[in-house]
């Protein structure tokens, strides 16, 4: 190169990043036509990392701090540029800065519903919707898989596939964490940590760490949901068989209310009414007894009828049939129901 070349090429002494907005990821210092001044300054600020590129290979990763470029701060850039550690000169190299800051407030769902299996019923379908958070965490992987040579590679372009992902490791989740559905459906904490720690590889291999994950809304079946607000009643009455057949007549009553509204005038409708009324009735009125027993346990007991307890066993069996009802709950609701023949 001739010494008027050299006085016009321009030289860089200066490298750095300051981030001018939201969802970028990675960024290529210009260096068209321009050479880094050996001895010149990099600066890394917090939220930052910087990644050297020689020849198409990564020589160096920097994190947050300031560099003098010399031989002995980028050893494996000396060592691809065959430099003696006296000779001082100007280097080619690409400049890739990173942000590390978490990319908050991401959103994921699930466009369509899609089919899980489940220990207790089989397949399910389902559609949930919530937001997660991450970081770049290795550079490296990050340059070398997903941002490459790209000027700018933004938050946008990634999340895409990363919804992506997401929606391919639901059903896994749910099958590693060995939790029922119906309890992960009950507790959307438990499930977003399961979903979190299936997703935490998948993330990793790219470059990424996954900070957080919520999920904010989950819609089932409406016959699944059904029996999700039937568990969920029978955990408020727990084990306590008065309240159990209070609880499952209050059910019924919005649903013979219903009934005898749909039948619309008439003697039929005349006659649904009433039945619903002396339905009414005899729940008033079983509840008064159930009072009564309780102060008079003698004579409760004489109360009780064996076609009575055959019913509601018959009930209860259908109730562990249809998982509302787990094993043990059926067993210590049926020794309490026997206890009453005594």
Do not use: C
């Amino acid at each position: 190169m001739g010494l008027m070349d050299f006085i016009k090429k321009q030289f860089i002494d200066v490298i750095q990043w300051t981030e001018d907005g939201d969802g970028v990821l990675s960024w290529r210092f210009p260096m068209a036509g321009m050479e880094i001044q050996y001895g010149a300054s990099l600066t890394v600020r917090e939220s930052q990392m910087a990644v050297f590129v020689n020849e198409g290979k990564i020589a160096d990763v920097f994190g947050p701090g300031m560099y003098k470029l010399t031989t002995q701060t980028i050893p494996v850039l000396t060592y691809l540029k065959n430099w003696d550690k006296l000779f001082e000169s100007p280097f080619k190299s690409d400049v890739y800065f990173f942000s590390t800051r978490q990319q908050v407030d991401q959103r994921w769902g699930t466009p369509q519903p899609i089919t899980i299996r489940d220990k207790d019923f089989g397949a399910v379908r389902l559609r949930a919707f919530g937001n997660y958070n991450y970081s770049i965490a290795d550079p490296r992987a990050f340059h070398t898989k997903i941002s490459g040579t790209r000027d700018t590679y933004t938050v946008g372009e990634l999340d895409g596939q990363l919804r992506g992902v997401i929606l391919q490791h639901i059903s896994d989740a749910i099958a590693q964490s060995g939790v029922p559905f119906l309890d992960l459906a009950a507790n959307q904490v438990e499930f977003a940590n399961a979903l979190q720690k299936e997703l935490a590889p998948a993330f990793e291999a790219i470059g990424l760490k996954l900070e957080g994950m919520t999920v904010q809304n989950l819609s089932l079946p409406e016959e699944l949901q059904k029996i999700l607000d039937q568990r969920i009643g029978m955990g408020m009455v727990g084990n306590d068989m008065g309240k159990f057949m209070q609880y499952q007549t209050g059910q019924a009553i919005p649903e013979m209310a219903k009934a005898a509204g749909s039948g619309g005038g008439g003697v039929a409708g005349d006659a649904m009414g009433l039945g619903a009324g002396i339905a009414m009735g005899q729940v008033l009125a079983q509840n008064l007894q159930q009072g009564l027993q309780g102060a008079h346990p003698a004579a409760a007991a004489a109360t009780v009828k064996p076609e009575d307890v055959m019913a509601t066993l018959e009930k209860l069996g259908d109730l562990k049939a249809k998982g509302i009802l787990t094993q043990e709950e059926f067993d210590a609701k049926k020794a309490e129901l026997l206890k009453k023949l005594v």
